[in-house]
């Protein structure tokens, strides 16, 4: 079994702050790990994943996520947000089944 | 743009209707999945199809079919509409069969609205 938990739906952030998006995982196989990014309007884009090797992977935008195997964690950061950052963010999993398991899902606002 | 293509972008229809929703993946892609994405149930994963036929299965429901035609477009079919139907559904695109490493491509997604 697989699944995701995204710990805050809401996240408001001032320009220039740091993110912090939170997503906790569990698998009962190695996991292989996605952020994917939906802004208004449109479908997700992925913006990083983590497959095996380096647990510090860096994605589009400035956002990187670091795989913590003890802490069960996949947290997605980027040291400065921007106003265009504003948008929603699915963390997924995939695991022991075929097809990728995503969290809820967490708004982030940019604050100006 | 991803380069899959939803239509409708929005559908608007009653309950108890028949609706076909359509899917174009990447030019290349194999794998054509669907997803729902509603207000309580999150994003759910329906079904997935290679090259014309059925890979995998999620949450869908017995009223709702899909299929992949040899073009590769597809369409999800959802039969006898409730108002819990209305969603965002979601369909993506991949090369292969979806292995775990496999980026997927998502469309904008059609917005179905079930009154």
């Known amino acids: 079994a697989q699944s995701v938990t995204q710990l805050g739906s809401h996240v408001s952030v001032s320009e220039g702050a740091l993110v912090l998006l939170r997503c906790n995982y569990s698998?009962?196989?190695?996991?292989?790990l996605f952020w994917y990014v939906q802004y208004p309007n449109q479908g997700l884009q992925l913006l990083l994943k983590y497959t095996t090797g380096a647990t510090l992977v860096k994605g589009i935008n400035g956002f990187e996520a670091e795989f913590k195997k003890s802490e069960t964690s996949f947290h997605l950061t980027k040291p400065s947000a921007h106003m265009s950052d504003a948008a929603e963010y699915f963390c997924a999993v995939r695991g022991s089944a075929r097809q990728l398991t995503f969290g809820s899902g967490t708004q982030l606002t940019v604050l100006p | 743009d991803s380069g899959v293509t939803q239509t409708p972008k929005h559908l608007i229809t009653a309950t108890g209707q028949r609706v076909t929703l359509r899917c174009s993946p990447r030019?290349?892609?194999?794998?054509v999945y669907w997803y729902q994405q509603s207000l309580d149930q999150g994003l759910q994963f329906l079904i997935q199809y290679y090259n014309g036929e059925e890979r995998a299965k999620g949450n869908i429901l017995e009223r709702f079919s899909a299929q992949q035609f040899p073009d590769l477009h597809s369409e999800l079919n959802l039969s006898s509409l409730e108002l819990g139907d209305s969603a965002l559904y979601f369909c993506?695109?991949?090369?292969?069969?979806?292995?775990?490493?496999?980026?997927?491509?998502f469309g904008s997604g059609t917005q179905l609205s079930v009154l």
């Open positions: 698998s009962s196989v190695p996991p292989y």
């Open positions: 993506a695109s991949s090369v292969g069969t979806g292995t775990t490493n496999e980026k997927l491509f």
């Open positions: 030019s290349g892609d194999l794998s």
